[in-house]
């Protein structure tokens, strides 16, 4: 970076311009950090194009380089914070960034609940139950469960049901 604007310099280009450029490119950088997983690597070279341009507006003129660091000083932090208001609202920070809420539960799964069946496979611990004449994927609750065997749904969890024997009771275990 300093070979880059030591270059500029010899060739007679302007640092005002070189600092502009980093500074956009650390704007950039920044903002693919949020995109592109890259362990930091990024946010690292984008620190290090804002030394670069902070030095170019000092080359520049002292002037330019306090009134750049001055305001990125101010201005950073106060972009950082209405950037981060902004992409916490978009669909991709809702995907990448874990909700407190469960997943709504199928409403036609969740009507299963209690229901009995009978094990069309071998539950070990995952097969499939027949219940109402449908075809269900299981999780035995505990244990394994044989084909044939009468069924209890005991849990609905997500995509699939926990069952427990009809014959047993394990109140107690419907966690």
């Known amino acids: 970076m300093i070979t880059l604007l030591a270059q500029a310099t010899e060739s007679g280009s302007s640092t005002l311009l070189w600092g502009f450029v980093l500074l956009g490119a650390t704007i950039f950088l920044i903002a693919l950090e949020l995109i592109v997983p890259s362990g930091g690597i990024l946010a690292l070279t984008a620190g290090a194009a804002l030394i670069g341009s902070i030095t170019a507006f000092f080359m520049h003129d002292s002037t330019a380089g306090l009134v750049a660091l001055t305001s990125v000083a101010i201005l950073g932090p106060l972009a950082a914070w209405f950037g981060w208001k902004w992409w916490s609202d ?40 027949r219940i109402d004449d449908q075809r269900h994927d299981a ?36 966690t």
């Open 90 to 129: 978009t669909a991709m920070a809702q995907k990448l960034v874990l909700n407190e809420h469960e997943p709504d539960v199928d409403d036609a799964r969740a009507s299963l609940l209690h229901a009995a069946g009978t094990a069309e496979s071998d539950l070990r611990p995952i097969g499939v139950v």
């Open 139 to 174: 999780l035995a609750e505990y244990g394994v469960i044989e084909n044939g065997t009468e069924i209890i749904v005991v849990k609905v969890l997500d995509n699939q049901l926990k069952v427990r024997p009809a014959a047993e009771e394990h109140p107690e275990k419907t």
